[in-house]
């Protein structure tokens, strides 16, 4: 599979496995994004992951501006008085963390089994 078709295949299912199983299900779509290219899975792990995140950030500042921006200034505070434009900045950081290990877990994993 080619590295795009690759990372497009990842965004969307670490997308619906957020949406259906929570966030830890990004874990195995990244994993499977990079189990689909011989190289580079860490970087697929992480820009699906990220773009997969990032569209939900986007989401629900789209569709609940006011509580969003709450939220995150609550949970800055609750943070020791970070920012709130931290906290989604923070999310994406972990997210693309996951991404990029699952990611390279996953092409590892191939290499192995080849």
């Known amino acids: 599979m080619s590295r795009s078709g690759a990372t497009f295949f990842t965004a969307v299912l670490a997308l619906l496995a957020h949406l259906t199983l929570g966030w830890v299900a990004v874990i195995p779509a990244a994993a499977l994004g990079g189990f689909l290219v011989e190289k580079r899975g860490a970087t697929i792990g992480l820009v ?11 989401y629900s500042y789209a569709i609940a501006p006011g ?13 020791g008085g970070l920012p709130s434009v931290a906290i989604p900045v923070a999310t994406l950081l972990v997210g693309g963390l996951l991404g990029a290990t699952a990611g390279w877990a996953g092409s590892s994993l191939r290499n192995i089994l080849r």
Do not use: I, N
């Open 67 to 79: 509580p969003t921006q709450e939220m995150t200034r609550v949970v800055g505070a609750l943070a």
């Open 48 to 58: 699906g992951v990220l773009t997969a995140w990032g569209l939900l950030v986007a």
